[in-house]
C-alpha cells in the first residue's frame, strides 16, 4: 500500500509520544510484524478461518446481477491488459486503470484515497494496540449528509476523520490494492482490519436505532487487487464461544481481469455492484438514523407541552421513566401557564356530559400527580377532583386537553386511561 511506503517500522518501534501531560500508547501499524497476531489475538478472522454470511446465496446472486450499463469493449479490454503488464508502479496503475474498475456516484458519495481513520475510537475490541484502519479506497456518504442528527455525537466510530465536517460516514465498502509484484497477503489482512472497522461502526449505528442485523448476517464489503487478479470479500461480527466478538472476513469471488474478455467484464461487473450496494446500504441507514432523530425531538418536544408520546423504538418501561414508584406520574410545567378562557358556569352547566368516545376510561381506578407550583406532587382522585385553587390549576394547564362537547378537561395517560379534572375550588 503506497501510504505505508516510507513510514517504516518507527510507527511501532518509536517510543510514547507526549501529548498535553498524557503520552499515547505504542501500536502496531498493518504492514509490521506481529500485526496478524495482534488481530487474530483482537478476533479478526482470516478467510480460511471465516465462516459464510448467512445471506450468502443473496450475496452471490447479487455480484452476478447485470447491470445496465455496457460493458467494456474488446478494445478496451486489450487497452487494459496492455496498461497493466507494463506499468512499473503502484501510483501509475491506480492513475491508469482505477477510475476504469471503479463506477462514480452523485454528489454527496465520495471517495477517499489512502488516508488513515483519524476519527476512529482506540481500543474497542477489534483494534487494540493497533494503528487506525488506512485503506487505499473507501467510499461513503460525507458527514453534512447526515444532518441535522449529530451522527458525531451518537454513533462511535461512524465518522472516519477527526475534526473535518467533510469527513466520510459509515461507509460500507473499503479496497487495498497492490502494484506490480505487491504482497497480496498482505492485502487480505489489511482489508480484514478495514472490514472490522466498518462493521463496528455500522452496528453502533444499529444499535443506536435499537436493533441490529440478523445474526451473520453481512453487509460490508472490502475488495483486494494488484490488478490483475481481484477478490471480493463480505464482512460481519459474531459472538465467539467465549461471546467476545470475532470479525469474519469471507471470499465472495476471486476473479482474474486480464486472462479473458469475459473474466474481465464479469468482474468489474461484480465490483461496481457491490459498489451500489454499499451505496444503498449507507443511504438507507442515513434515512434511518435521521427519522429516528427527528421523532426523538418530536417527542421531547411535545412531551415539553404536556402531551406524553412513546420513545420511538423504545419500550414501554422507557415510555414510563417518569412515575415514580408510588404511581405518581412526575409532569413538567408547560411553557405556557395560561389557559384558554372558559367560564366556570359553563363547565358547571355541562357537569356529566363526556364524550362517549372517551368516558369508558374515566371510572379508571388509577391515581394520577401532578406538581404543584411549588414543585410538589398532588394527588388526584379517580375521578379527577383536583384539591387546589383556580391559580394553581392554571399552571398545569399544558397537561390537560378540553373536551370540546362539555367543556371540561381531562388527560389521556399513555396507557389510554383517561383522568378528568373537575373544576372544584378549594373543595367546593
Given at each position: ?13 518509536a ?24 488481530a ?19 450475496i ?98 461512524a ?17 487495498e490494492w ?42 460490508v ?25 470475532e ?18 467484464k ?8 457491490e ?15 435521521k ?5 426523538r ?55 356529566g356530559?363526556?364524550?362517549s ?17 411549588g414543585?410538589q ?11 387546589e ?5 392554571s ?9 370540546d ?9 399513555s ?14
Amino acid at each position: 500500500m503506497a501510504k505505508k511506503k516510507g513510514t517504516n517500522n518507527a510507527l511501532v518501534s518509536a517510543a510514547p509520544e507526549s501529548t498535553g501531560g498524557s503520552t499515547t500508547t505504542r501500536t502496531t501499524s498493518t504492514t509490521t510484524s506481529g500485526f496478524a497476531i495482534k488481530a487474530y489475538e483482537n478476533g479478526i478472522l482470516n478467510p480460511l478461518d471465516s465462516k459464510p454470511p448467512a445471506n450468502f446465496a443473496e450475496i452471490r446472486e447479487r455480484y452476478h446481477e447485470p447491470r445496465g450499463t455496457a460493458s467494456p469493449t474488446e478494445s478496451v479490454y486489450e487497452g487494459y491488459v496492455n496498461t497493466v503488464e507494463s506499468t512499473c508502479n503502484e501510483a501509475t496503475m491506480v492513475f491508469e486503470v482505477g477510475g476504469h474498475l471503479l463506477k462514480k456516484h452523485a454528489k454527496g458519495y465520495q471517495k477517499a484515497f489512502n488516508q488513515a481513520f483519524t476519527g476512529f475510537p482506540a481500543d474497542v475490541g477489534f483494534n487494540n494496540s493497533l494503528s487506525a484502519p488506512q485503506p487505499d479506497f473507501v467510499e461513503g456518504l460525507r458527514m453534512q449528509e447526515f444532518r441535522p442528527f449529530p451522527v458525531h455525537k451518537h454513533v462511535d466510530g461512524a465518522v472516519l476523520y477527526k475534526d473535518n465536517p467533510n469527513s466520510l460516514t459509515l461507509p460500507h465498502l473499503a479496497g487495498e490494492w497492490k502494484g506490480p509484484g505487491g504482497n497480496m497477503k498482505e492485502a487480505t489482512l489489511q482489508s480484514a482490519y478495514d472490514g472490522a472497522a466498518l462493521v463496528y461502526a455500522r452496528n453502533k449505528a444499529l444499535a443506536y436505532l435499537g436493533k441490529s442485523d440478523p445474526p451473520g448476517h453481512a453487509e460490508v464489503t472490502t475488495f483486494t487487487t494488484d490488478w490483475t487478479n481481484l477478490t471480493l470479500y463480505a464482512h460481519y461480527a459474531a459472538p465467539a464461544e467465549d461471546q467476545t466478538l470475532e470479525y469474519h472476513q469471507y471470499p465472495i469471488k476471486s476473479i482474474n481481469l486480464i486472462d479473458s474478455h469475459q473474466g474481465h467484464k464479469d468482474g468489474r461487473k461484480g465490483l461496481r455492484n457491490e459498489q451500489g450496494h454499499a451505496f444503498k446500504q449507507s443511504c438507507t441507514l442515513r434515512d434511518q438514523l435521521k427519522e429516528h432523530w427527528k421523532q426523538r425531538c418530536n417527542g421531547i418536544l411535545s412531551s415539553a407541552e404536556g402531551v406524553l408520546l412513546p420513545i420511538p423504538g423504545g419500550t414501554l418501561e422507557a415510555t414510563h421513566a417518569h412515575e415514580d414508584e408510588s404511581g405518581y406520574e412526575i409532569v413538567e410545567q408547560p411553557c405556557e401557564p395560561t389557559p384558554p378562557t372558559s367560564s366556570k358556569a359553563k363547565r358547571q352547566s355541562n357537569h356529566g356530559k363526556k364524550s362517549s368516545s372517551i368516558s369508558s376510561s374515566k371510572s379508571s381506578p388509577s391515581v394520577n400527580s401532578v406538581p404543584s407550583s411549588g414543585g410538589q406532587k398532588r394527588k388526584i382522585s379517580p375521578r379527577g377532583s383536583f384539591e387546589e385553587s383556580s391559580k394553581q390549576r392554571s399552571k398545569v394547564h399544558g397537561y390537560w386537553e378540553m373536551d370540546d362537547e362539555s367543556g371540561q378537561y381531562f388527560h389521556k395517560r399513555s396507557n389510554g386511561a383517561v383522568v378528568w379534572f373537575e373544576d372544584s375550588d378549594d373543595g367546593n
